[in-house]
């Protein structure tokens, strides 16, 4: 899962960062408006972490734009500005929650979680799709009930899979889900071709249906 931090303050940044790393999270900062700005209009992302004072402009400009280009990312507002108004303002606008500092990083990580499974899987802690089931707090996958032993990589695509079932995924997109902003310095994705290629091999070991479609020219497809 991609989240995105955009915040001024390095120290703090830098904190969220290594904590949702160590829980799993790939995660980007953006120090300033404009990089923000850039960012989403370039990636996507699960969760957007999102402070209102920006060097170089006003947070809420950015949820703006989100809701303008009808994004489905998840927005928690954070920001040492606990007033009502900024809060209410925030809400209205779309935001998901809001966070005032100072916080616990692990409270912070507990809201995160909360707002993908809502937004991605009904707000459920296990999905359970025909012989397949995953249970999101223990970060397992089973089939058949027998367990499957995925790597890191291969757990975020499946879920990132799920989450956009009969949609088609580029290679680019992809890339991108597991890499971040680096997939753009690479010469190609075939990285993800292994990763895709690896994953299908173990659900097909365990039993579970080909449901991941190789669109040719274009991608990846989850279709049941």
Same mark, same amino acid.
């Given at each position: 899962m991609k989240i995105l931090i955009i915040e001024d303050e390095r120290e703090l940044a830098q904190d969220m960062s290594s904590f949702l790393t160590h829980e799993d999270y790939r995660c980007e900062i953006a120090p300033d408006f404009p990089t923000a700005w850039d960012k989403i209009h370039d990636y996507e992302y699960d969760c957007i972490l999102l402070d209102l004072m920006l060097p170089g402009g006003d947070g809420l400009k950015i949820l703006e734009e989100l809701k303008a280009l009808n994004r489905s990312e998840g927005v928690i507002i954070i920001s *040492? #500005? !606990? *007033? +009502?108004?900024d809060k209410i303002r925030g809400l209205k606008l779309g935001a998901d929650d809001y966070l005032a500092k100072p916080f616990h990083q692990a409270e912070l990580a507990a809201r995160v979680e909360s707002i993908i499974r809502r937004k991605q899987f009904d707000s459920q802690n296990k999905i359970q799709f025909q012989e397949l089931s995953i249970d999101l707090n223990a970060k397992s996958v089973r089939v058949h009930e027998i367990e499957v032993i995925l790597t890191r990589k291969e757990y975020n695509l499946l879920l990132f899979f +799920? /989450? !956009? #079932? /009969?949609?088609? +995924?580029?290679k680019a997109a992809l890339a991108e889900h597991l890499s971040g902003d680096f997939a753009d310095m690479f010469d190609s994705h075939d990285f993800v071709y292994a990763h895709v290629k690896n994953l299908k091999r173990k659900l097909k070991e365990a039993g579970y249906g080909n449901y991941i479609q190789t669109i040719? /020219?274009?991608g990846y497809k989850w279709e049941a």
């Open positions: *040492a #500005k !606990n *007033a +009502l108004d +799920l /989450g !956009n #079932k /009969g949609r088609v +995924l580029s040719y /020219g274009t």
